[in-house]
C-alpha cells in the first residue's frame, strides 16, 4: 500500500510553460484525502515551490514537506521549517565556480538555503526560469566570498547541448579534490551536490522520520537527477518524456507525460 509519493516538478508534475493540469491536481487531492502524503522532491530551493504548494493546497501545513536542492534540504511546508540540510562548503562552491566562471558559454547558478543567484546570465535560462516563478538575483563577482556566511546548497551551469552538459561534469571532476554527486537536469542544467547528497537519499530519511517503509513509496521523475529517488523506493514511476535512463529505472512508464502523468500514476497504484 502506498503511502507517500514524492514528485520530482518540472518535466514530471508541471508543464512547459511552469503550470500544473487539472488533472494532476484533481488526483493529488484525492491521494491526500486517502491519507497518502505527496511531497514535491525537487532541484528548486524551497521558497521558489511556495507557489506551487499554495495550488495543491499543502501550503503552510504541518505535517507536509518539501525535499529540495535534489536532496540537500527536507523542510516542513508550516512555516518553511529546515529539519535537515546537506550542502557544500564554502571552500567547495568555491572551487567549482572558480572553475565554471571561466566558461562564457555557461551560467552558473548559487543556489543559498533562501535564494538563487546567477552569474553570466543567459537569456534562454532567464526566459525558462520566469516560467518557473524563479526570483532571479544575478551576481557579477569572481567570487563567492559574498556567500561566505551563508549555507550554500549547490551549483549547477546551463547550457542547451548535452554534450557541453557532459563536458561540463568532467572538467569540473577532474579539477576538484573532492567528490561531488552530479547529474543532469531540464535538458539544459548540470548539477552539483555534495557527495551522497541526492533525491533518494533524502526520501528515506523523510521516510524515516514518518515511519514508512521504502516498499510503501512511490515515486516519479524525468532525469538523471531522479535515478536515485527513483531507485530507493518500492513503486518507481517515470513519465512518458522521460530520458532513457529514468524509464530504465522504473517499474512502471505512464502513457502520459506531464500533463497527466502523475494523475495516471497515481490512479493507478495509489487510488485503484
Request: charged share 30%.
Amino acid at each position: 500500500m502506498i503511502k507517500l509519493i514524492v514528485s520530482d516538478l518540472d518535466e514530471t508534475l508541471l508543464g512547459a510553460d511552469g503550470s500544473i493540469s487539472e488533472t494532476n491536481k484533481i488526483a493529488i487531492r484525492k491521494a491526500r484525502e486517502a491519507g497518502v502524503k505527496f511531497v514535491p522532491n525537487t532541484g528548486r530551493g524551497f521558497a521558489s515551490v511556495q507557489p506551487l504548494l499554495k495550488k495543491l493546497d499543502l501550503y503552510d501545513l504541518p505535517d507536509q514537506y518539501v525535499i529540495s536542492f535534489n536532496g540537500g534540504a527536507i523542510v516542513e511546508n508550516k512555516n518553511q521549517k529546515v529539519l535537515a540540510t546537506n550542502g557544500l562548503t564554502f571552500e567547495q562552491a568555491s572551487q567549482i565556480f572558480d572553475i565554471t566562471r571561466q566558461y562564457k558559454d555557461y551560467d552558473t547558478h548559487i543556489y543559498t538555503l533562501n535564494d538563487v543567484y546567477i552569474y553570466n546570465v543567459q537569456q534562454e535560462d532567464a526566459e525558462y526560469l520566469k516560467t518557473r516563478g524563479v526570483d532571479l538575483k544575478y551576481t557579477d563577482d569572481e567570487n563567492l566570498n559574498r556567500f561566505k556566511n551563508d549555507s550554500i546548497m549547490k551549483l549547477l551551469t546551463m547550457h542547451p547541448d548535452m554534450e557541453k552538459r557532459r563536458e561540463m561534469k568532467d572538467i569540473i571532476l577532474s579539477k576538484v579534490d573532492f567528490d561531488l554527486n552530479v547529474t543532469f537536469s531540464s535538458d539544459m542544467y548540470t548539477e552539483f551536490n555534495h557527495a551522497g547528497t541526492d533525491k533518494g537519499s533524502a526520501t528515506l530519511e523523510l521516510a524515516k522520520r514518518l515511519g514508512i517503509k521504502k516498499d510503501e513509496i512511490m515515486a516519479l521523475g524525468d532525469n538523471s537527477n531522479d535515478l536515485p529517488m527513483l531507485k530507493s523506493v518500492g513503486m518507481p514511476v517515470a513519465v512518458s518524456n522521460a530520458s532513457k535512463e529514468a524509464k530504465e529505472a522504473a517499474k512502471y512508464v505512464t502513457d502520459a507525460d506531464y500533463v497527466s502523468g502523475v494523475a495516471e500514476a497515481i490512479n493507478r497504484f495509489v487510488l485503484n
